[in-house]
């Protein structure tokens, strides 16, 4: 596990039903196997391919770039905007104080990981412009920190994330340890090969120019 995976993987480990942005899905997929909407390998991948990623490539690989943008420029309002954008998309309204307590359980996290790294830009976020925090925006601060190119940010958290969603799904479809890690291990890269190509000019094209997550896709 590098420096930059330390946080993904330990929030695997505190709670399932954290919402902690995209970690939300493979709760949900869990709850699609249960429920035996997701009944196979294929089912899995529709799952994956036609849930998971477009929400990934719309809103979260986008949020990464963002936050780049806004540490470079040190712009504490485009980071707290662009955490609630990631928010809007998973949390409830009637959820939002437990995703409040979420981020700080998160913020308290990191500091212990990484007990040398600066996180003053993410805490006056959450108190001047009322950020919730998501683990979005702290994995892309977090890579900043540690100065890890923001597409290797992106594949990460698509790696990380996939992984948990074949944690949750493995068992019940009788998935073997290796045969899960080798679909892992195709879909992540499938995964990252459509972000760095097709994807990330269709995204683009279609953010308004005001946008903060246009602002990271030129950048």
């Known amino acids: 596990m590098n420096s930059s995976q330390k946080l993904l993987a330990y929030v695997q480990l505190l709670d399932a039903k954290l919402p902690t942005a995209s970690f939300t899905h493979a709760h949900n997929l869990e709850h699609h196997v249960q429920q035996g909407q997701i009944r196979n390998v294929d089912d ?30 040190q712009d ?19 959820d939002m104080d437990e995703a409040r307590k979420t981020g700080k359980r998160l913020l308290k996290l990191a500091r212990n990981l990484y007990p040398w790294m600066e996180f003053t830009m993410l805490e006056q ?45 493995a068992a019940p479809l009788q998935l073997s340890i290796r045969d899960a890690s080798l679909l892992t291990d195709r879909l992540a890269q499938t995964m990252e090969n459509d972000w760095n190509t097709h994807w990330r000019t269709t995204i683009q094209s279609h953010i308004t120019s005001d946008s903060p997550l246009h602002n990271a896709q030129t950048t």
């Open 44 to 73: 899995l991948e529709t799952y994956i391919t036609s849930v998971l990623k477009p929400h990934l490539f719309q809103w979260e690989a986008p949020a990464i770039h963002s936050v780049y943008a806004a540490a470079a420029k």
């Open 76 to 94: 504490i309002w485009q980071i707290a905007l662009v955490d609630k954008m990631v928010i809007q998309q998973i949390i409830l309204p009637e």
């Open 125 to 169: 976020a959450i108190t001047q412009y009322h950020a919730v925090l998501s683990l979005t925006v702290l994995h892309a601060w977090i890579n900043v920190q540690l100065g890890i190119d923001r597409e290797q940010a992106v594949g990460c958290y698509f790696y990380t994330l996939l992984s948990c969603c074949m944690s949750r799904a």
